[in-house]
């Protein structure tokens, strides 16, 4: 069984950053992707940025250029370094492991930007 807790979250001020960590209770070299989802109140959870095993990464147009997901598999964690925030960047964010056909979740961590 493989736990995820994330952790960082908090409240800024627009234009501010935050850095969520993840850290994992196995190696994460296994794991097939990581990636960092997020659910805003009355929305559904979306993707944000995502990390495969091989070191290719994806993200949502709306975090590119702003948002930097990463990991250090000596540690089992996994990051993502928010920049420019926004308050629609206002959500819960999960973190996520696709790990042997299944896919794991944390708990979430709040993120809310002040205008």
């Known amino acids: 069984q493989v736990q995820l807790v994330e952790s960082g979250g908090g409240l800024v001020q627009a234009g501010g950053s935050l850095r969520l960590s993840c850290t994992a209770s196995?190696?994460?070299?296994?794991?097939?992707?990581m990636g960092w989802y997020r659910q805003a109140p009355g929305k559904q959870r979306e993707l944000v940025a995502r990390?495969?095993?091989?070191?290719?990464?994806n993200y949502a147009a709306s975090v590119r250029d702003r948002f930097t997901i990463s990991k250090d598999n000596a540690k089992n964690a996994m990051y993502l370094q928010m920049n420019s925030l926004k308050p629609e960047d206002t959500a819960v964010y999960y973190c996520?492991?696709?790990?042997?056909?299944?896919?794991?979740w944390g708990q979430g961590t709040q993120v809310t930007v002040s205008s």
């Open positions: 990390l495969t095993r091989a070191g290719s990464t």
């Open positions: 196995t190696m994460i070299f296994r794991f097939n992707t």
């Open positions: 996520n492991a696709f790990y042997e056909q299944d896919d794991y």
